[in-house]
């Protein structure tokens, strides 16, 4: 099946840095990616579609500023969440149609902890 | 507000015991996915319905797809310790892929 990796995987930073997250697709070409938001046992929020050479397309409530999305190729997406805050705590996972379905593939997802 | 509404939120069974989720979307759906989620790990794709109405099987895990294509359920029988994690549905609304709440699943041995 088509694989999705991010990187890191895992990372802490202090309130008012910025932190970028990569996500690539390795084996398949993405001229669409979705990024999600995940809390702790709660169910995946829809933050934003990226979209390859174009603005990114951002769901009510989700401050475009704030989550910069850059499209930059057919197979990376990054997202930098500028002047984080220990709310912006949270997992963070990419995904991308792949094959004929609409099926998403993820990438194992980025544990974002602010201090 | 949420749109993809799932119960129950929890369940925990013993080993060998039947399990169900049920999913139910706000709007009418072109198919409905499933996806489930381990502890610690990202979704993956188990399957997807199209049809009204249909029925596929994986093994012991069942998959429906309601009649009015609002709805949707997810049935294992004889649960196994494998099986622990949350259960998640998932439809495009319109184009986006909107989750459902879960179903976190706990299997006792």
């Known amino acids: 099946g088509a694989v999705v990796s991010q990187h890191p995987s895992r990372v802490i930073c202090k309130s008012g840095t910025s932190v970028k997250i990569e996500c690539r697709s390795l084996?398949?070409?993405?001229?669409?990616m979705f990024w999600y938001r995940q809390f702790p046992k709660q169910s995946l929020m829809l933050m934003a579609t990226?979209?390859?050479?174009?603005?990114?397309?951002?769901e009510q409530g989700v401050e475009k500023d704030k989550f910069l999305i850059n499209h930059a190729s057919l197979t990376l997406s990054t997202l930098t969440v500028t002047s984080a805050h220990p709310e912006d705590s949270s997992f963070y996972i990419c995904?991308?149609?792949?094959?004929?379905?609409?099926?998403?593939?993820f990438g194992p997802g980025t544990r974002l902890t602010v201090t | 507000g949420q749109q993809v509404m799932q119960i129950p939120q929890y369940q925990h069974v013993q080993e060998g015991e039947d399990f169900t989720t049920y999913c139910n979307s706000s709007?009418?759906?072109?198919?409905i996915q499933w996806y489930k989620q381990r502890p610690g790990g990202h979704p993956v794709f188990l399957i997807q319905?199209?049809?009204?109405?249909e029925v596929k099987k994986q093994k012991r895990l069942t998959f429906q797809f309601g009649e009015a294509k609002k709805n949707s359920s997810l049935h294992i029988t004889a649960t196994q310790t494998t099986d622990v994690g949350t259960y998640f549905c998932?439809?495009?609304?319109?184009?986006?892929?909107?989750f459902g709440t879960g179903t976190r699943l706990q299997v006792f041995p």
């Open positions: 709007t009418t759906l072109s198919n």
């Open positions: 998932a439809g495009p609304i319109p184009d986006k892929l909107i």
């Open positions: 990226s979209n390859e050479g174009s603005k990114a397309t951002y």
């Open positions: 995904s991308a149609p792949a094959g004929t379905t609409d099926e998403q593939y």
């Open positions: 319905l199209v049809k009204s109405g």
């Open positions: 084996d398949f070409q993405a001229t669409t």
